[in-house]
């Protein structure tokens, strides 16, 4: 379980250490920045999929990515007795992207590329630290992989005891992580343990329900463990759940849901579609004739009740479309959902947040903006955890 996620220079997200727990809600006014911590968190996790620079890329490049504001707040600028001025650069540009958990840690310092670079590509972000080290805190004699420039340096394990630096004779791209580039399970283990647990990560955050959405439509009916990120394999996912994996889990999240209904897969010679049998009906509604609503939370049923729950899962606004009074029984889903993996949702519906806080293991996050930056609304509330970036 990850304690820690730190980020700095994204957007309006200054700088912010976030302390995690099994369950997170993070909310928040709209503007605070909860999408922003979304994005972040979904662009740590591109680094183990060779992502997080075209990524970047797509969001306009590093320079329309990059915190907006000055560097640094003066006493009289946060006690609003001068406005907000701008100050000549000190600092190198840089956004740094990290996580910890009891196990291991990771961070990654994207920067520019140097002023004399001839490359046509001079305005792409390059990688200029990556890190891995083991327990909560970095530290000098906890770091196990060093990643400088292209330069990727490991500990020799001696006895089970780390002891001497290594340097590997390969240099990587600049703009490739260490993540992708190297995977040998003798000398760094870490590093492939690490690049698991990202890679497990799943993320939900737009669900098509429109009449021409693929979890409408009948489709190849296939094993599926884990739900599609558009929901195009629901009628597979449910069925795969109903198989192998906690069927009466999903009967009783339908029935706490919409009392009386239960979920049914049509198989049309092997090719699936998803249906909903009612009380009072004589037929069952096909996935055309669902509700927006009803989909999305049988979409969101497939999500939570994976038969191969991942070490995180993250919801962004999982409200939509759904009618308050469906939000207590999402609570519930979700809640079970975070006794297997992670969970963190971002969400502004205030009926959801509050179920969530009622269930056990869970932690509220408010979040505001002030001065352009995001900081949390009630920073006494929340044990924040101690975190170091490393140095370029």
């Known amino acids: 379980m990850l304690t820690t996620l730190a980020i700095a220079n994204y957007r309006s997200l200054r700088e912010l250490i976030v302390p995690l727990g099994p369950l997170n809600v993070i909310t928040g006014p709209n503007g605070s920045g909860k999408s922003n911590l979304y994005r972040a968190l979904r662009l740590l996790a591109l680094t183990a999929r060779g992502g997080v620079i ?12 990059l915190w907006a504001g000055p560097e640094r707040f003066s006493r009289a600028v946060t006690a609003g007795e001068h406005a907000v001025q701008g100050t000549v650069r000190k600092d190198a540009v840089s956004l740094k992207l990290g996580f910890a958990g009891e196990t291991f840690g990771y961070a990654i310092d994207l920067g520019l590329p140097p002023p004399a670079s001839t490359s046509q590509f001079s305005l792409d972000p390059v990688i200029k ?37 290594s340097t590997l004779a390969q240099p ?25 647990q990202i890679r497990s990560w799943r993320f939900y955050d737009h669900f098509r329900t429109d009449q021409h959405a693929s979890a409408r439509q009948v489709q190849i009916g296939t094993h599926s463990p884990v739900l599609a990120d558009d929901g195009a394999n629901l009628a597979a996912a449910l069925q795969t759940i109903r198989e192998i994996g906690d069927g009466a889990a999903l009967d009783n999240a ?44 049988l979409l969101l049923a497939a999500a939570l009740l994976s038969p191969r729950p991942p070490a995180l899962l993250v919801l962004d606004e999982p409200e939509t479309s759904l009618h308050p009074d469906l ?34 293991g869970s932690q509220s996050i408010v979040l505001e903006r002030r001065l352009g930056a995001t900081s949390f609304a009630d920073p006494d509330s929340l044990d924040v955890p101690a975190w170091k970036w490393p140095t370029r």
Not at 135 to 162: C, F, K, N, T, Y
Not at 266 to 292: I, K, M, T, Y
């Open 54 to 65: 075209p990524s970047l890329a797509r969001e306009g490049g590093l320079q329309s990515t």
């Open 129 to 165: 630290r990556e890190c891995i080290w083991s327990g909560p805190v970095l530290r000098p004699s906890a770091l196990l992989v060093d990643r400088q420039g292209p330069m990727i340096r490991i500990r020799d394990d001696e006895d089970g005891r780390r002891g001497e630096w």
């Open 172 to 196: 990587v791209a600049s703009f490739d992580s260490m993540m992708t580039e190297y995977a040998d399970p003798r000398s760094a283990p870490e590093m492939i343990a690490v690049r698991e």
């Open 254 to 297: 339908i029935g706490d849901a919409f009392p009386g209904a239960r979920v049914e897969i049509v198989n049309h010679e092997g090719r699936f579609e998803v249906a909903l049998r009612q009380e009072g009906l004589l037929r069952p509604l096909r996935g055309a004739e669902l509700s927006d609503g009803t989909l999305r939370y």
């Open 327 to 360: 939000l207590p029984s999402l609570a519930r889903l979700i809640a079970r959902a975070s006794t297997q993996s992670q969970v963190l949702v971002v969400s502004h519906a205030a009926r959801l947040v509050a179920a969530l806080e009622r269930e056990a």
